[in-house]
């Protein structure tokens, strides 16, 4: 699939993507032959891609990059640009829940600790009732090994939602892509966690506002270097290129002199 429009931030692609946008390219990944991954990044993965090359290997190869973060919003205004919207993984689920009810898509859900992902599908299944959840499979037992793969390939999923935190997810899909028959590969972090209804979400209006890291932090307090140490250095490296950008533009004077014709000999 070609790349979309999208704005760099910290050496990373970032789609422009409204969500209505972001579902339409989904489909069409849906559509396309072999197996898609898509990744939503925050200010935490762009802060891991600056200092682990591998991790930034694998978060290069997805097919599709959208802003799962407000900090990346402030981020491209801070740049002179915009993204038009935070889109994050669980903004994501219900859109293509019932998608798969319509298109009668297969789902497997795959990480969290043991029990997780099928508290996950229970849940999920009362909500949309017909949701077809093929399969699960904990994010800690043997999920590179080929019974493992098998077992996915056997259910015949169309969409692995795989939640397994940072860098794990990436190389996971980077990994197996091309054993897997599905034909896509969502990323999603802790989502599970929510969907099995653990975690709660602030409200949508403080979400688009940028507050629901906060909202986060304070039901997991374990998470604070994520937030109160990651925020800050995302900050100070979106600094840093804001000012190799300004040194490296071209100065509009500079331009003018350059484009004027040269006067008569002396």
Known sequence: MPRDDSLTILGVPVGRYSLPQLMARIEAALQAPGCR?????????????????????HLLAADLIYADGASL?????????????????????????????????????LGGEAGLAARARERAQ????????????DGFTDIFAA??????????????????GEPLQA???WTVRRRLRAKLIITCGGMFKIIAGDLRRVSPAWQQRGFEWL?????????????????????????????????????????TTQGEPAGPPR
């Open 37 to 57: 991954f898509t990744y939503g990044v925050n200010a935490h993965s762009l802060n891991l891609a600056s200092t682990d090359r591998t991790f930034r290997q």
């Open 73 to 109: 919003l402030l981020a491209a205004r801070l740049l002179g640009d915009r993204l038009p919207r935070k889109i994050t993984t669980t903004d994501l689920w219900p859109c293509l829940c019932d998608l798969a009810r319509r298109e009668n898509l297969r789902f497997f859900l």
């Open 126 to 137: 009362r909500t949309y009732p017909g949701l077809n959840i093929v399969g699960v499979h």
């Open 147 to 164: 019974p493992t793969i098998d077992a996915i390939n056997a259910s015949q999923p169309d969409i692995v939602w795989a939640g397994l």
């Open 171 to 173: 190389r996971w899909a």
């Open 215 to 255: 909202f986060r932090l304070c039901q997991e307090p374990q998470t604070w270097r994520r937030y109160l140490l990651g925020l800050p250095l995302f900050g100070l490296r979106l600094l840093r290129q804001t000012l190799q950008q300004a040194l490296t533009r071209p100065h509009p004077e500079a331009e």
